[in-house]
């Protein structure tokens, strides 16, 4: 999909006629697209909201190209874990709808806050994608502007970024900049887990205080680390919004047109000053927790294959081909152009070169420290007592 | 005769076992404790063996776990909590700082929390940012916890036992760099009488200068005397164990005779352990110190990218020199 702000409402022709209109289904998931690549064409959810997307046929075919090649880099990513090329990698397998449909739903202006996951929203925000790598091979720390690209940097500490994202949202409203539809809006992602952090909670109390321009955006892929949902739950996660006060809504995650419908929603209602609400994308993680992760310690094939005919991607591509928005053509040459980049993130990654050791002391302090000159020295001079020797 | 060969990973899982199996009242509660046993398997069967009442998958809340674990301690349970990772702790500081560390002082000594809190730490394992830090000072700093490390299976095996026995609120730091390293550990020797929890011990003998470590730094500070033997110097290596309180008798016998001491660890230097051994060095044995005590630590910054943590990271050569500067002082 191009750069921008794509998804508009009436722009282009429309992709041909809707199969269906579907009030029926199960109404506690919004769904507008099913894993058969149904087209549904409107939904009306539990909020009383109607939702739906009307996006050209370019658009679509846009979308279908975000999800293969945010998968592709991923799995590119994983292989290179797996070479011993980076030290660990959170993998977003399955995922790529909820990262894709939220990611593009955001405007220009929208500020994102991510975990350590959210390649695919990253993706969409126009950061290289070798951006998080840097991270996960150990040569950086994330190495993108966050404001330049509206995106901050990823949080390992479970739920911590959903506060700073409050924080920033509530800056919004001071600087009053919401109530008009070029009004800013914040997104936070985070995790089922995260949910039971005392961080994510507080950041529901404030949000809700102070009406703070957001959403929360939680991808429920039914796993945090080994513990399933049960864990970390007893009602269903959106419903949790309710006691806080604001609205939440429970979306198909691996249906990239509802996770846009409902984000966009959220976010516009947001940015014209109607406060947050919390979005739980449905999904699951097909893959382990991480590269160091064994899942077959935790969980059933059973259930990952049930997941299997669930999947963001097969379902778009049916769609596309049932209302023949793209031909065999398209689909082999989205796939090219994903072997192409990722082949390229590839060489990439490989030339990353180590840091120079003495760059650890960079970046402490804005006004840096005498404590850290006298060591940066130090070390300089210990370093170079090894120069020329064999060591 | 039971002594087997295990690593130190190993060691603190039967140790685990064994505490479990001795007393009812002995639970884990951890994040990814049960059923995967714990990131590092250190907890790996003991739920399948005990149930999951006993060890407890929580949800994913560090403060909630240490602040539930103070609940079940005054209703007479012994919990050790598992915190995932160092970087992990923090949310958790409150509970532990605010209320398991003064609940003893404050009720008089009506209640007590005999809470082990283990904690793997400390880096050299390649990891991404949070999980290689070295939070001691801050536990250490703290009036009413102890802070204790083990540096081998043995202690390993006999340390978490005593730990889970002790009444004192326990951080238990655990060196995950070292967690698979083997060695003897006599699995029947009666807890009673084991070396005690509170003390520090010579692991090797010198002549030269003294070096103190814990936790993972020990092995570094061994591996630094073998090579300094090869040139004629004989440091002797002690393993602190117990950072809260201090056990310094040994080290102060050893300073007097050396004339020289070097302190290693991996946290950063500034207004930490490593300041407070020199201190307490340097008056207890000042007329016997041929050079002031030194250092080797991390550096002042955050904990670095993977890519770099070799040379944040105290290692032999840099022990090595340290010993060099003491004799060149
Ligand atoms: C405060 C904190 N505690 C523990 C961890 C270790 N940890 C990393 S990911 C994870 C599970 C997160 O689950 P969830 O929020 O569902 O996100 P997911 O990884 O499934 O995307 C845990 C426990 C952490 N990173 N931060
Ligand atoms: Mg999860």
Redesign the interface.
């Given at each position: 999909m191009a750069k921008g702000d794509p998804g508009g409402t009436t722009r282009g022709r429309r992709a041909a006629p809707r199969s269906r209109k579907s009030a029926t289904g199960n109404p506690e998931l919004v769904q507008l697209l099913t894993p058969e690549g149904e087209r549904i064409d409107s939904v009306t959810g539990p909020d009383g909201i109607e939702y739906r997307v009307d996006f050209t046929d370019e658009e679509y075919r846009g979308l279908y190209r975000d999800l293969v090649l945010v998968r592709k880099l991923d799995a590119e990513a994983t292989a290179l874990q797996r070479q011993g090329e980076l030290g660990i990698w959170a993998s977003l397998l399955g995922q790529e709808a909820a990262q894709v449909g939220s990611g593009r739903a955001l405007r220009t202006q929208d500020m994102a806050f991510p975990t350590y996951r959210e390649h695919g929203v990253l993706y969409c925000r126009g950061i290289d994608p070798i951006m998080p790598l840097g991270l996960f091979r150990g040569v950086d720390q994330g190495g993108w502007d966050p404001n330049e690209f509206k995106f901050n940097m990823y949080t390992i500490v479970i739920g911590a970024q959903t506060l700073h994202a409050t924080g920033y949202a509530m800056g919004i409203n001071m600087d009053g900049k919401t109530g008009t539809d070029d009004g800013e809006a914040v997104i936070a992602y985070f995790g089922d887990g995260a949910t039971s952090q005392g961080d994510v909670n507080e950041a529901f109390v404030w949000a809700g205080v102070f009406n703070a321009p957001m959403v929360f955006f939680c991808q429920n892929n039914q796993y945090a680390i080994s513990e399933p949902l049960e864990r970390q739950t007893r009602i269903p996660l959106y419903q949790r919004a309710a006691g806080f006060g604001f609205p939440g809504i429970r979306v198909d995650g691996n249906d990239v047109l509802a996770t846009y419908a409902v984000t966009r929603t959220a976010l516009d209602n947001a940015r014209h000053g109607q406060g947050p609400s919390l979005i739980e994308a449905y999904t699951y993680r097909m893959g382990a927790h991480t590269t160091s992760d064994d899942p077959t310690r935790y969980r059933i094939a059973s259930e990952v294959e049930a997941w299997q005919a669930k999947d963001p991607i097969s379902r778009v591509k049916a769609f596309l081909e049932k209302q023949q928005i793209a031909d065999a053509a398209f689909f082999a040459e989205v796939d090219e152009q994903a072997r192409r980049e990722s082949v390229h993130l590839r060489e990439r990654v490989l030339a990353m070169p180590n840091p120079e050791p003495v760059t650890m002391f960079d970046h402490v302090y804005p006004n840096g420290s005498p404590l850290l000159d006298e060591q940066r020295a130090q070390f300089s001079k210990y370093m170079e007592s090894f120069e020329g020797s064999a060591h | 005769m039971a002594t087997e060969t295990l690593t130190l990973g190993k060691a603190l899982n039967t140790g685990l076992r064994r505490a479990l199996e001795n007393d009812p009242k002995v639970i884990i509660m951890g994040?990814?404790v049960?059923?995967?046993?714990g990131?590092f398997r250190i907890t790996d069967g003991l739920q399948k063996d005990f149930g999951d009442q006993r060890v407890i998958?929580?949800?994913?809340?560090e403060?909630?776990i240490i602040g539930t674990a103070v609940g079940l301690a005054i209703r007479g349970y012994r919990p050790i909590c598992e915190i995932q990772f160092d970087?992990?702790v923090?949310?958790a500081y409150d509970q532990i700082v605010s209320q398991v560390a003064k609940m003893h002082y404050r009720s008089r000594g009506k209640l007590s929390i005999p809470m082990v809190i283990r904690i793997p730490f400390g880096g050299g394992i390649?990891?991404?940012?949070?999980h290689s830090e070295s939070p001691e000072a801050y536990f250490a700093h703290t009036a009413g916890l102890k802070v204790v490390s083990c540096a081998n299976p043995q202690d390993a095996y006999v340390m978490i036992q005593q730990a889970i026995a002790s009444d004192d609120p326990i951080v238990f730091l655990e060196p995950k760099r070292r967690y698979w390293e083997k060695g003897p550990v006599d699995l029947d020797a009666p807890l009673a009488d084991a070396y005690p929890l509170h003390s520090a011990r010579v692991v090797r003998p010198g002549t030269d200068v003294t070096l103190l470590a814990y936790g993972p730094m020990v092995r570094t500070c061994l591996d630094a005397a073998t090579a300094a033997a090869e040139d004629g110097r004989e440091l002797e290596v002690i393993d602190l164990r117990t950072l809260s309180p201090l056990d310094l008798s040994a080290a102060y016998e050893s300073v007097k005779r050396t004339g020289r001491a070097v302190v290693v660890h991996e946290a950063p230097s500034?207004i930490g352990i490593g300041a407070e051994l020199a201190a307490r060095i340097t008056e207890e044995c000042f007329y016997s110190l041929e050079s002031p005590v030194l250092r080797v630590t991390g550096?002042?910054?955050?904990y670095?990218?993977?890519?770099?943590?070799e040379?944040?990271l105290p290692d032999l050569?840099?022990v090595l020199?340290a010993v060099d500067r003491s004799f060149g002082w």
């Open positions: - | 994040e990814d049960g059923k995967l046993g990131v998958d929580t949800p994913l809340a403060s909630g970087g992990f923090y949310p390649g990891a991404v940012e949070h500034n550096f002042d910054t955050p670095p990218a993977a890519r770099v943590e040379e944040y050569d840099r020199d």
